[in-house]
């Protein structure tokens, strides 16, 4: 299972999967975090030692399924609630800069 | 008469509030003056709003006046600045999240408020709750109290420190993987944290939603049953909140350990801790033993794997959550973006703090394509195993006694250039958040420079009461413990 890109795992692009994460970083982030983040990573890979072909992932410790709640509308945050929050706002909507030409 | 907040537990301010020795005003004045006094140098709180404090207080003497009933009636409380009160900031200790203010309650704060408690304050702690030292506040350094030159621990640092330093009667704090129970410890006091669905984590800004519990600070372990006793069962605003019956916790602290079995996991009593906690943890084994229980040798095999685990897991979780701070609806938006997805980048460079930004692009890394398996799929199969663990012993014994960290508090500084470093810190508290277990943390003593240790029970799921009441008779049986001297 974890033979998987053996030689490409050992070094995480940071720039790479900072862009991935909408997350801008300084040059010397990008620096600071690599030799950091190369450790942490090395050290990650210790799961590495066990054999897990039989064994069956758990996401959450208590096994729940299927919750549900009646079918009935109920009232929200008022739509002044929401937008006071709001950074920047136009006629009770999010503004944002233009996405489109 | 004069009131002192320092050393007072929830139990007598009630008895206090019950017999008319005071009025909840009078107590919510003295401790708003202690705060304004110790937290210039403490840094346990981010926002405290006086008026608001002062007129919940009067509402609570008013209703009691009328007769009306509420456990914690007039009570002053803390909370964790990652949990929403209603009109008050909740900036999770991040710039991000700079000028927000809640508009609802969280369900645990709610039910605070439905037995009458007053919401004093919003306490430091780790960005988002990721750190273990409080220095990753966004905003500022929290100090221990019992030593200013170190740190309280953390993420709930903070709540922690405000505790131990006689600026709250209790706290709320959260535990991801170890945030509530490693800085009562490091403070001296004591931290639950409950069973994963215990209590709803509706209105908590999630970490990492697998593993985040919201639990009580105290100082002592009668008062954090009392808390759960509020806080616990389900939440229809949390699909994750299990319905399963809440037992009055408070009929459970016996004062005695007769027929109980205490496990004492030999993975968590290793080479390379600091021998004064190994030291202090095996002088209360030995009195839980003399308090009639049996103690047991157990072993939890894949404990070495659980800080790489917990750290892929926690990580990929918090990356996932955070996707949410994009500066476009709430909080901090940076300026001169030319489009969104430049005003995502800019938003998230300013708006975050460096342990933060490493978190997001560790949690992106492991779930990214082609890595996925080897972190991600991998690390919930190893929790799989770890979970099992626990099954294992909890069949053998009904509580598990050990360490909470393995060092004693550390000086301000120290480690916060080394991530790796802090991260292995965590090594016994993270497997109670993997296996969705309870744990608990008491003071058990303290080092030759007189900071604070402390030890964990860890119980079965949903059996708070097995670890209560062994933390209970415990810390009946261990007396005081002088911090300092």
Redesign the interface.
Known sequence: MAALDKETTDKIDVAYVARLARLYLADTEVQTFQGQLDHIVGYMKKIDELDLSNVEPTSHAVTLQNVFREDVVKPGLAVEQVMANAPAQVSDQFQVPKIIE | MSLSIANMTICEAIALLEGKQCTSVELVSVLLNEIRRIDGTLGAYLSVDENDAVSQAMAADKARSEGRKGRLLGIPLAVKDVLNVRGQPCTCASKILQ???A??DATAVAMLRREGAVLVGRTNMDEFAMGSSTENSGFKITKNPRNIAYVPGGSSGGSAAAVAGGEAIAALGTDTGGSIRQPAAFCGCVGLKPT??RISRYGLTAFAS?LDQIGPITKNVKDAAVLLGVMAGRD?MD??S?DVPVPDYLTSLSGDLKGMKLGLPKEYFVKGMDPEVEAAVRTAVEVCGGLGAEVVEVSLP?T??A???Y??IATAEA?ANL?RF????????AAG??????????T??AG?G?EV??R???G???L?S??Y???Y?????????I?RDFENVFMQCDALLTPVSPTVPYKIGETSSD??RM?LGDIFTVTAN????CGLSVPCGMSSQGLPIGLQVLGP?FREENILRAGHAYESARGLIRYGE
């Open positions: 000028g927000y203010i508009p609802y994963y669905g697998s229809e699909s994750t299990v894949h070495d794997y800080i790489s685990t750290y892929i990356s996707a994009d500066g476009v609806r709430y909080g901090f938006r973006a030319e489009d969104p997805i430049d005003m995502y980048g800019k998230r460079a975050f460096a930004k490493r997001i692009i560790l992106t890394y492991v990214s082609g890595y398996d080897a972190y799929l991998s690390a919930q199969k190893v929790r799989t195993l979970k991530p790796l991260y993997l296996a969705g277990i799921a």
